[in-house]
């Protein structure tokens, strides 16, 4: 018998058929289908924002937990979201500056809370080349809970028309490495956006960006 006719009966045999079938599943699971893929992470990432929403309207609705009356809480119609979308998740480049002067941040009533510029994150969103600045509140650096954060107040284009029109809050920690992740699908109101008693940060104007963004929660009324 031929060396051909041998290839053949062997390419056409069971063993080699199963082999063929087990290379197939094995390619499959290490470089499955990248759409698929790209779906499946998008879903993921979608119920984890939207869960981090339930867990804070939970929280906000517990009188145990809340920083609110029990009147306040009685007449709160609920937060109001943009669907969550990976796009407004990025990637930015963290610098440490700490050169500026502690400067004391305006708010929407008399407060004045005394704030210092920690740093600030450049990145790119909607092919927009963007800079945000971050700030440590002076009064927590000392505190267990709440020193280790960073407060990056923003406005953008669409405040007073779909968003508060006072800005939104984005914490994040302190970063340990100089590349960190900005997601503003957990972009935030200000106690302000609810009731009025409420002394809030104004954002500072080096903060005010000249896109929209829409990501995170909208405006309450």
Known sequence: MSKASLSNQYYKSPIFMLLLIAIIIVISIVYPDSDSLEVKTDDIYKDSINIDREDKYIKFAD???????????????????????????????????????????????????????????????????????????????DHPEYGNYLFIPFKDRTNTITTYGSGRYIDIDIPEESI??????????????????????LVPFENHL????????????
């Not at 960190?180 to 940060?201: G, L, M």
């Not at 000249?210 to 009324?221: F, L, T």
């Open 63 to 141: 009188t145990s937990t809340s920083r609110f009356s029990v009147e306040e809480i009685s007449m709160f119609t609920g937060f109001k979201y943009f669907e969550p979308d990976i796009n407004y998740r990025v990637n930015a480049k963290f610098t440490v500056d700490t050169t500026k002067p502690n400067f004391e941040m305006k708010t929407s009533t008399d407060r004045t809370p005394t704030y210092r510029t920690y740093g600030y994150l450049d990145f790119t969103l909607n092919d927009t080349a963007i800079r945000l600045y971050a700030y440590q509140n002076m009064a927590f650096i």
């Open 180 to 201: 960190v992740i900005i997601d503003f699908n957990e972009a935030y109101n200000p106690y302000c956006a609810y009731y009025d008693r409420w002394s809030c940060p």
């Open 210 to 221: 000249d896109i929209h963004i829409y990501a995170g929660e909208k405006k309450y009324k």
